[in-house]
């Protein structure tokens, strides 16, 4: 199984997927240079082999390869970004927005999660 955080900023999550699922390819993808420098070497000094950090834009990476994809943005790209997805990501595959919709696409499932954010993950399975 292959996991890919879009924008995975500091590599928190990447962290805490690839110490739960040792038997997952937990990869994130990441912008902005400080980030993603401070990602890639705390990756590197302590998660394990399954994981790592990708320096670049998500519009241009290929979805099609990846189980799960998630995505933690804003509401802005969710449109566009879900067109990407559609197209690209495999059948029998997910998509996982952290608290933004799709504008006029209902989520198959959206699991509430007990934190104080009121945290909403929106998921569409293809």
Do not use: C
Request: proline residues 7%.
């Amino acid at each position: 199984m292959r996991f890919l955080d879009i924008g995975s900023g500091l590599g928190g999550l990447l962290m805490f997927v690839g110490r739960e699922r040792p038997n997952v390819t937990v990869e994130g993808i990441e912008s902005a240079p400080l980030p993603f420098a401070m990602a890639w070497l705390r990756l590197k000094l302590t998660a394990g082999p399954n994981v790592r950090a990708l320096y670049g834009d998500f519009w241009g990476h290929d979805l099609s390869d990846y189980d799960v994809v998630y995505a933690f943005l804003s509401p802005a790209p969710m449109a566009a970004l879900f067109e990407k997805v559609k197209k690209e990501m495999k059948p029998g595959s997910m998509f996982i927005s952290n608290s933004f919709a799709v504008p006029e696409v209902a989520p198959d499932e959206i699991i509430k999660v007990d934190d104080k954010r009121k945290t909403q993950l929106l998921i569409w399975r293809f």
